[in-house]
């Protein structure tokens, strides 16, 4: 029989879930609970997991610089989901969460730091990459279909096209 969960315990259950952290692998902080019982329980009280993007923010809201790694290290997340949403955090024309400040003097990597600002030391290839994908997505506004993509079909083809099958399948 399961015993009714304490103030205590949500309360711990939402310091880690709001820290970012992994409510999983931080589950040693609530003996005697399982992780399904524990997040059925944050479902129950209105404790939302956070996205990437919004555990990378809560992270940084410290205005520490961290590179990518550091981030996905702290998080216990993969690189990619990490650097995936740092991409769209310091991109300027989206609403800039985040900027590169700088880079690391032995690895090259970038270092992040929360607010907007300019990024500096973009390699040639990654501006070039970030000004395609800018004129792709402003093609992709412009020639957007206000209209339902795939048309009605006509019976009557409809029609031929079952036809011609079973005609087919006959042979």
Avoid at 83 to 92: E, F, I
Avoid at 123 to 149: G, L, M
């Amino acid at each position: 029989m399961s015993r009714n969960w304490t103030k205590e315990e949500v309360e711990t259950m939402r310091d880690i879930v709001m820290s970012g952290k992994s409510l999983k692998k931080n589950m040693n902080l609530l003996p005697g609970r399982s992780y399904h019982g524990a997040s059925t329980k944050c479902v129950e009280v209105g404790i939302r997991v956070p996205k990437v993007g919004e555990r990378i923010l809560i992270l940084m809201s410290d205005g520490a610089p961290r590179t990518a790694r550091a981030i996905a290290d702290a998080l216990n997340l993969p690189r990619k989901s990490v650097s995936d949403a740092l991409r769209n955090a310091v991109w300027p024309d989206d609403g800039q969460s985040m900027h590169i400040c700088a880079r690391t003097a032995e690895s090259k990597e970038f270092l992040y730091v929360i607010g907007e600002g300019l990024n500096v030391n973009l390699s040639p290839a990654e501006a070039e990459r970030r000004r395609i994908a800018k004129r792709e997505r402003e093609a992709d506004k412009r020639y957007e279909s206000r209209t339902t993509w795939w048309p009605r079909a006509d019976p009557v083809v409809i029609s031929a096209i079952n036809a011609m099958v079973h005609a087919g399948r006959a042979a």
